[in-house]
């Protein structure tokens, strides 16, 4: 099992990417986002009291992502490996995932990090708004909060990460095909 994390701002192509590679290297493809967005459009009670959250552009609690990562970890053994898509987002929530895959005797094997210039993050999620209808895309001060709380509360994971010799950064700049190859450039090194 080789287990990744792929990393980086609000619009810096994590679940664009993450779809691609979990295709080419057979990994199971984990995003808290997607998870917490099918709550929503399935009318549940965990997606009624998360959506306000989501929509202001803050962090849901840390406890209500561990516990679906939890529970999606436990569901899907067997396969070639996890790529964690926008989880974790707090140290504590990385502390938690080590856990879990600790116990399940497997660990993080690499933290690839797209770094992104701000202008391009924000004109990125605007565009999608055009199409997605996401209300964290629509509102450029919601976008603007998302990428504060990612500096403030989810870059942390990176100093983190990189003590643990973890830390790959990939340039996140240019076409999704260009993008692609670089961070397959790297996967593979472990793969
Ligand atoms: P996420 O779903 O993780 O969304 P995101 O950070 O906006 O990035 P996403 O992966 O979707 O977009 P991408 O960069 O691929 O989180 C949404 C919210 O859920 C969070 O704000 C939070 O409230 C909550 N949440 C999720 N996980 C959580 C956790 N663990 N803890 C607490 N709260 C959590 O792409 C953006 C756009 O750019 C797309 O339209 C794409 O087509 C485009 N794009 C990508 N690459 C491009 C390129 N190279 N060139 C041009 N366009 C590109």
């Given at each position: ?18 779809v ?29 009291k ?14 209500v ?25 707090t ?70 990460c ?8 990939v ?21």
């Amino acid at each position: 099992m080789v287990n990744f994390l792929i990393f980086g701002p609000p619009g810096s192509g994590k679940g664009t990417q993450s779809v691609r590679l979990a295709e080419k290297f057979n990994l199971v493809h984990l995003s808290t986002g997607d998870m917490l967005r099918a709550e929503i459009s399935a009318g549940t009670e965990l997606g009624k009291k998360m959506s306000s959250i989501m929509a202001k552009g803050e962090l849901v609690p840390d406890e209500v992502v561990i516990e679906m990562i939890a529970a999606r970890i436990d569901k899907t053994k067997g396969s070639a490996g996890f790529l964690f898509d926008g989880f974790p987002r707090t140290v504590a929530q990385t502390v938690a995932l080590e856990k879990m895959l600790n116990d399940r005797g497997m660990k993080i094997d690499s933290m690839l990090v797209l770094d992104v210039e701000h202008d391009e993050l924000v004109n990125r999620l605007i565009l999608r708004a055009e199409q997605s209808g996401r209300p964290d895309d629509k509102d450029p001060a919601v976008i603007e909060n998302r990428i504060d709380v990612y500096r403030s509360k989810t870059e942390p994971i990176i100093d983190y990460c990189r003590q643990k010799g973890l830390y790959q950064p990939v340039n996140g700049m240019g076409t999704i095909d260009d993008i692609f190859v670089r961070l397959c450039d790297q996967m593979k090194k472990l793969i």
